[in-house]
């Protein structure tokens, strides 16, 4: 990706007036390091699960249910998931998996969270969700100059959170684990600005959903993004750092078609396919 884009940049980056007018485009020298990082994490498919991590699995799967009961409703693939999420470490995948266990009782005591949960959020109409990549993984599309923080609580928006992770966990394809984003923040303005908003949602994904994430392309970024982007950032997890790409403007089309087929890419970045409002999707 060294020629398209260039990876997660931490706050101390200084952007150029080039920068500056079209966006996140960092500056090669600055970006240098970051792109000798590899573009992505690959351990075995969904599918697959290597002799390693079965026998973590089985270690694991004792431990919490010892610990609670309910783990015993919960496959393979999510123990897994957590134990890639610390690096195998059972002591660490375990406490993480028991507090998610826990957190879901009490924040979805239903089991989903309901279109009528979220309504100031939905009618925001900021994200989206149609196709596939071309590993398989559902495409989401989210406007982050649409989300307005004055409209609806903290709560909701968190509730938002959740009902949009579910949603597009449930559209994922056998033997896929993870989705594509794509952020787009043309127009983002101070009035969109929500750190705690955007904490909430990191703390969600990173503990609650970790190993979902498989790639977030960050476009049409402003510079005044930035005031944000560095009070996040040092929060992101350092797997999550490496799975976000600022696109430069001028090469947004050739970067997305990179990693999505011109029949899966949304219309409105010169593909095929429709936005779809996630509600709807």
């Not at 979805?108 to 993984?137: H, T, Y």
């Not at 989210?142 to 449930?170: A, M, Q, W």
């Amino acid at each position: 990706m060294a020629d398209t884009a260039t990876r997660a940049i931490p706050p101390r980056m200084e952007f150029s007036d080039e920068a500056a007018a079209g966006g996140a485009a960092a500056a090669e020298a600055a970006a240098a390091a970051a792109e000798e990082e590899e573009e992505e994490e690959a351990p075995s498919p969904a599918a697959e699960i290597s002799e390693v991590e079965k026998s973590k699995i089985g270690i694991m799967r004792a431990v919490v249910e010892r610990d609670d009961p309910s783990a015993k409703d919960v496959d393979d693939f999510m123990i897994r998931r957590f134990l890639r999420a610390r690096d195998l470490d059972i002591e660490k995948a375990s406490k993480l998996f028991l507090k998610y266990l826990s957190w879901r009782r009490s924040f979805v005591p239903n089991g989903v969270i309901s279109a009528s949960e979220v309504p100031n959020n939905l009618a925001q109409r900021k994200l989206f969700m149609q196709g596939l990549d071309k590993k398989g993984r559902p495409i989401i599309v989210v406007y982050g100059g649409r989300h307005n923080p004055s409209k609806g609580s903290l709560e909701e928006f968190k509730r938002f959170v959740v009902y949009t992770l579910d949603k597009i966990c449930s559209r994922m394809p056998g033997g896929q684990e993870k989705f594509m984003g794509i952020g787009d923040l043309e127009g983002w303005g101070y009035k969109s600005s929500d750190v705690r908003g955007y904490l909430a949602a990191l703390s969600i994904l990173q503990d609650c959903y970790p190993e979902r994430l498989g790639k977030l392309f960050l476009i049409h970024v402003p510079y005044v993004f930035m005031t944000a982007w560095k009070m996040v950032y040092p929060f992101i997890d350092p797997k999550t750092k490496k799975k976000i790409v600022f696109v430069e403007n001028k090469k947004l089309r050739t970067t997305l078609l990179g990693d999505i087929d011109e029949s899966q890419l949304p219309d409105v970045y010169g593909g095929r396919l429709p936005l779809v409002p996630i509600q709807d999707s």
